[in-house]
């Protein structure tokens, strides 16, 4: 007998029909930004299609979003000053909070509001935690701040908190803190791969970093596996509600594993060098702009991911 597979793919309809993986827009999640004294949306030069928001911007796109069918927005803020130790962040009067009030006072429950819970966005330093006097992360005085913002941004109406910091015992310390203050019902997003890529450097642009350095002592090292799991395993035994992998395509090896392993959804960020690599590529005429957009969402709920972080939600929920 001849084996012929070809016959599941001879038309559109076959292939639709035994199409093993799906995309629902409601499996999608849009990065937002929000700046500081912005009268309006601020175009990024690094990052084609995505802007930094006024506050009133930043409403219209996420009500379009949520017309979209879009299943959340995650909000960055772009403050106008910052500080050793990230006041900005825990300020209620901060941007990120005030962006955070913005959203759920005009969407209410309808989509899931979530916070980025990292202080680099507010450091003048750049890093990720509050440094000691010879400049390295101190993890333990970081996780003080971090509690602050869980309670601030949960005041403010995220639905969820996005910890992006990887700092050791972050998960079990923030949801102490929340559930202390009654937020018990505050989920807690856990990056637990989140690796030190040279896949961030539009972000940093739409984020305005201050950057000095690397992130290496606290990112995870792209040349390791095992250790995702390992940071994985200590997250959910922390209590985390869900479990990232950042960035995505460089990572669909450990985002399987990570899947394989975890009894709660699992995430994945397509981070804003992927953006820039399809749009510059589509931009020359390389690739089909729209398809590889739609192969890459693909390939990564393909690897396990139940819930994909981009920059291409509300475009793509729109065609779906």
């Known amino acids: 007998m001849i084996h012929r597979p070809r016959r599941l793919r001879q038309n559109a ?17 849009l990065p937002l930004f929000v700046k500081e004294g912005a009268s309006g949306p601020i175009e990024l030069g690094s990052m084609p299609g995505v802007v930094q928001h006024s506050l009133d911007s930043l409403v219209v796109a996420a009500k379009e979003a949520v017309a979209a069918g879009v299943g959340g927005v995650m909000l960055f803020g772009v403050p106008t000053k910052r500080d050793a130790t990230g006041s900005g962040a825990t300020d209620p009067d901060g941007i990120l909070n005030v962006g955070l009030r913005a959203l759920r006072d005009a969407l209410g429950d309808e989509t899931v509001i979530m916070a ?33 913002m869980a309670v601030v941004q949960a005041d403010s109406g995220a639905h969820v908190v996005g910890l992006s910091g990887m700092m050791d015992g972050q ?7 929340l559930d202390a ?43 390791n596996g095992i250790e995702a799991l390992r940071e994985v395993r200590l997250d959910l035994a922390e209590g985390a509600d869900i479990v990232m992998v950042k960035p995505a395509l460089p990572y669909l090896d450990v985002l399987s594993e990570v899947a394989a ?36 969402l693909i390939s990564i709920k393909r690897a396990g991911a139940q819930i994909i972080l981009t920059y291409y939600a509300t475009e793509v929920a729109r065609s779906l």
């Open 13 to 29: 309809a076959v292939r639709r029909l035994v199409a093993q993986t799906r995309l629902h827009p409601a499996d999608l999640v």
């Open 116 to 148: 980025d819970l990292c202080l680099d966005e507010f450091t003048s330093h750049g890093h990720c935690g509050v440094l000691t006097a010879d400049g390295r992360v101190d993890n333990d005085a970081t996780l003080e701040r971090y509690a602050e």
């Open 171 to 177: 998960v079990a310390y923030c949801r102490g803190a």
């Open 181 to 223: 203050a009654g937020h018990t019902d505050t989920l807690i997003l856990a990056y637990a791969a989140k690796y030190a890529s040279a896949a961030y450097g539009p972000f940093r642009e739409a984020v305005e970093s201050t950057l000095e350095g690397d992130r290496s002592t606290y990112q995870q090292d792209p040349a």
């Open 261 to 296: 392993e975890s009894d709660v959804p699992v995430a994945a960020y397509q981070v804003s060098g992927e953006l820039a690599m399809i749009e510059a590529a589509g931009e020359r005429g390389w690739i089909d702009r729209d398809r590889m957009v739609r192969e890459s």
